[in-house]
Every structure is written in structure tokens, then in C-alpha cells.
């Protein structure tokens, strides 16, 4: 099996399929350690994780932080509301302070794409990007890769039509990085204001009808549908948006086969997702969140589990 | 350079013997196996085979990775490859016999042990191993041997069982 050579995961566009692999099945092996009642080993007793989020979010953090935990080491969650940041700092000063604290490793999330490429080009540490604007979100798709091969057993061949809105969204380009190196057929499906020009070329098919992206689905990849695209008249209306491209039991009921639901949280419901599809049995939004733990405890495993 | 200490019948019959002194000073009742991967495991499944047969009733086996655990990973230049710990029964209260394929530092061991104790708190451990070749770090030593062999601290010694490697033998080999 291949070795990990990264100092960095920055984004699923640098990784090759081995790569990718690599995480995943070391992935595999961490999922059992959650099952335990001391849900703990020592791997990476000593080091010292640093969370910089410069945007809010709850669950990346938190599954962050709990992979950091199961593997014993120290995590520090940097506020930045209450940081330097607002003081004027720059962001890659502020690394390079908190590095000479001797830390491991910064898990950075910044609404500016490109931020955690631009902190781990100026730190020795390893840098993991946990989502950067519209760029890229690999853990997430990650996440997402292990969740569905762990369901299907495989990855090449599946198909998955990811809706909504793919041109604002970073959990969107890293999964059709991701789907296309193994190997899956990735349709992408939204209103046209949505879908970035020359997506094609990222070797996906591109449909405006949502019939047309459920019927030859095997996984429906619902993403969230922010509520600030209607004030940047990027939709005439959220309603209109829920009415068309809404998950609901109608476009569900004329499905022949079973189709299975993804969604990267949180969850509009009633815009994106009904109520009744996001319960259903063949949901796999709550299996998405269980296997991050893994994935993010693999990723750091690989990363700074030993010495380079 | 290589030197057999083991051939496929000898093997046989040392883990025989093995099974013997166990049932013997151990007793069957309320034990479980648990292997250190990779090779431990499948000696864990033969000696299994041949004390359920004895017992007549299922003993629970789990099978350990000891990667996580190990004391070297400062000193390892790359991550070494993780498999599945896979132990599903309660090892609260049980008599664990922990096997492994050979004894050499103690450090494997340690690391196990460390890894058991995360999973509860077995009423006794026991330590089996098919090969003992000395050359211990550790204070710690085996319960139950299947052969002692005099090695150099330089030489490898390989079990290679069939479920793995096609065939069942010990080697010696210089580096």
C-alpha cells in the first residue's frame, strides 16, 4: 500500500485516486474505535491541534474536534471573533504566532477561497482545509466518498446527481473532484443562475430538470440552498426554488428503484429537503456525520501520526 | 540466508501442545482469544479450533491492531498501515488468552495490553506465543511457548502460516 507524503490537505483536486483510497481505508479501520466504550486511543498522544475557523460552523468544528479527541490529542478552538483578527492582525500572522507555540497542525475553515492553500505555504505545520469559500470542502467529500462506498461496496460506476446550488458550493466541487477520480458518473442538477459555466469540464453532466437528475440516480446529493442567494437575486424566489428542485414525496413517489439521500447539513428543511425524504429509511444523512469522526481521525492520523 | 526452525508438521504439533498446556493450566470455561494481527490472528483461530473441539461449546475470538498504540511513532518515518480491531464480545470478568506469533521485544505485547485494558477488565490475561527468540525490552514474558530459538538480534524471524503466505513454517533469515 502507498505511503502519505502530504504535509497539507488543501483540496481533492491535488489528491490521486491512491490518495484517496489511502484515506479511506484507513478511514475503515478508525470507524471501530467510536463503538467502544472508551472511545479513545493513544496515536496521537502529545500533539497539539489547532481549529482556526474564521466562519462559523458547528459540525466540522465538532467532528474535528472529536477526531482530534479519540486520538488523544490536545485540540484548541481559536474564536476568532474574540482574536487578534479584529485587532488587524493578518491571518497568516496570526498562524505564525500560534505556531510558535509548537502546535501540529491548524484546521482552517475562512469564507476566502484559498486561505488555508496561503497559511500552509507560510507554517511548517500541517494544514487541513475544512472548507475555503466556494473552493473546496475535502472532508466533506470525503466523508461523503466513505459513506457511500461503505453503503454500495464500491465507488466506480455509482451514479449520483449532486442539486442545487453547485456554483456557490465548495462541498460540491470536492465531491465531483473525489466521485470523478474513483470513478463514479456525477450529473449536476440545479436552476441555471446555479451552475457554473464550463462545469462540464470537470467531466460531469449538467441538467436543469430535476425528473431527469433523480431518474437515473442511485444517490440524490441534496445541498444546502442558502437564503442570502434570493437577496442576490441569484433566484426570484426560495419557494419557487422548493417547488422545482425541493426533495418532496411526489418526486419521490414515480421512482422505480431505491434511491439513496445525501445531504452535507445543515438542513433547510422544507427548501431543499421535505421533512418526510430527509426520515425516510434511506436517508444516509445521519451515517454522513458518524464516518466524518473517521474520515477526520484518518486525515489526521495520515497527516501528523508521524514523524516527516 | 535462510534456516527453517519450524516445518509444517512441527508447527502443527507445537500449537497442539500449546492448546494442551492451556486447557491444562488455564481451563476452557469463561475464555476467550484474542490474536495480535497479523498472524496472531490466524494462530488465535487454530488454537480455537482445537480447544472448542475439547470444550464443545463456541469460545469468542477477537483480533486486535496494536498500530495505534505503539511507542514508536516519533520514530517512524511512515504511517504503517492500520487494519481492523474487531473484538465484540465483553471481556469484563473473562480469562483472556492473548496470542501472538512471536516474542521478541516485549513492545507488542505492551502495546496489546494497553489496548485490552481500553476494553475492559478481564479477570486474568495470558500470553501465548508460537515462537520466543528472546532479546526483550520489556519486562515481560510469555505464559505458554511454543519453541524457544536462539536468534541474533539482527535476524527476522518469519511464521508463515498458509491462510497467507501457502504454506505453514518458521524461518530464520539474516538481513
Redesign the interface.
Known amino acids: 500500500m502507498m505511503e502519505w507524503k502530504r504535509k497539507d490537505l488543501i483540496a481533492l483536486e491535488d489528491l490521486s485516486r491512491e490518495e484517496i483510497e489511502l484515506i479511506l481505508n484507513t478511514a475503515k479501520s478508525f470507524k471501530e474505535v467510536s463503538t467502544r466504550a472508551v472511545k479513545k486511543v493513544p496515536a496521537l498522544r502529545g500533539k497539539t491541534i489547532v481549529n482556526l475557523f474564521f466562519e462559523p460552523s458547528t459540525r466540522t468544528k465538532t467532528s474535528f474536534e472529536l477526531a482530534a479527541k479519540r486520538l488523544s490529542a490536545d485540540v484548541l478552538s481559536f474564536d476568532v471573533s474574540t482574536s487578534s483578527i479584529s485587532k488587524g492582525e493578518t491571518i497568516v500572522d496570526t498562524a505564525k504566532n500560534i505556531e510558535a507555540m509548537k502546535v501540529d497542525c491548524f484546521i482552517i475553515r475562512h469564507s476566502v477561497a484559498g486561505a488555508p492553500y496561503l497559511i500552509s505555504k507560510n507554517v511548517s505545520c500541517a494544514v487541513i482545509n475544512a472548507g475555503d469559500g466556494c473552493h473546496e470542502h475535502p472532508t466533506q467529500a470525503l466523508l461523503d466518498l466513505f459513506t457511500v462506498k461503505e453503503k454500495f461496496g464500491r465507488i466506480k460506476g455509482i451514479k449520483i446527481s449532486i442539486i442545487g446550488d453547485i456554483l456557490h458550493s465548495r462541498v460540491a466541487r470536492s465531491n465531483i473532484w473525489g466521485f470523478k477520480k474513483l470513478g463514479a458518473e456525477v450529473t449536476v442538477c440545479g436552476p441555471p443562475p446555479l451552475i457554473p459555466l464550463d462545469i462540464e469540464k470537470m467531466g460531469v453532466r449538467v441538467t436543469y430538470k430535476i425528473e431527469d437528475a433523480i431518474e437515473n440516480a442511485d444517490i440524490l446529493y441534496i445541498l444546502r440552498l442558502q437564503k442570502e442567494r434570493q437577496r442576490e437575486n441569484f433566484l426570484p424566489s426560495l419557494k419557487e426554488y422548493s417547488k422545482i428542485y425541493g426533495i418532496d414525496r411526489d418526486k419521490f413517489l414515480k421512482l422505480k428503484k431505491k434511491v439513496f439521500i445525501m445531504h452535507p447539513g445543515p438542513m433547510n428543511r422544507g427548501i431543499e429537503i421535505k421533512s418526510e425524504i430527509a426520515e425516510k429509511d434511506n436517508s444516509l444523512i445521519l451515517e454522513q456525520v458518524t464516518n466524518g469522526i473517521a474520515v477526520r481521525m484518518a486525515v489526521l492520523y495520515l497527516t501528523i501520526g508521524s514523524k516527516r | 540466508m535462510e534456516k527453517k526452525a519450524l516445518n509444517a508438521k512441527e508447527m502443527s504439533e507445537v500449537i497442539e501442545n500449546l492448546a494442551k498446556e492451556i486447557e491444562r493450566s488455564v481451563g476452557l470455561e469463561n475464555l476467550a482469544i484474542i490474536g495480535i494481527k497479523r498472524r496472531g490472528d490466524i494462530l488465535a483461530e487454530r488454537l480455537r479450533g482445537i480447544l472448542q473441539k475439547k470444550y464443545k461449546r463456541e469460545i469468542p475470538i477477537g483480533f486486535l491492531?496494536i498500530?495505534?498504540?505503539r511507542d514508536d511513532?516519533?520514530?517512524?518515518?511512515?504511517?504503517p498501515?492500520?487494519?481492523?480491531?474487531?473484538i465484540k464480545f465483553d471481556i469484563n470478568e473473562r480469562k483472556i488468552l492473548l496470542v501472538d506469533d512471536v516474542i521478541f521485544t516485549g513492545r507488542t505485547v505492551r502495546a496489546a495490553l494497553?489496548?485490552i485494558i481500553?476494553?475492559?477488565r478481564p479477570s486474568l490475561i495470558r500470553l501465548a506465543v508460537l515462537i520466543d527468540r528472546n532479546h526483550r525490552e520489556l519486562p515481560i514474558q510469555p505464559d505458554f511457548v511454543g519453541k524457544v530459538i536462539e536468534t541474533e538480534k539482527e535476524e527476522i524471524v518469519e511464521v508463515k502460516v498458509k491462510e497467507m503466505d501457502g504454506k505453514d513454517e518458521v524461518v530464520i533469515e539474516k538481513k
Not at chain 2, 81 to 86: A, F, L, M, P
Open positions: 491492531d498500530t495505534l498504540y511513532f516519533s520514530k517512524i518515518g511512515a504511517n498501515v492500520i487494519s481492523e480491531t474487531d494497553d489496548a481500553d476494553f475492559g
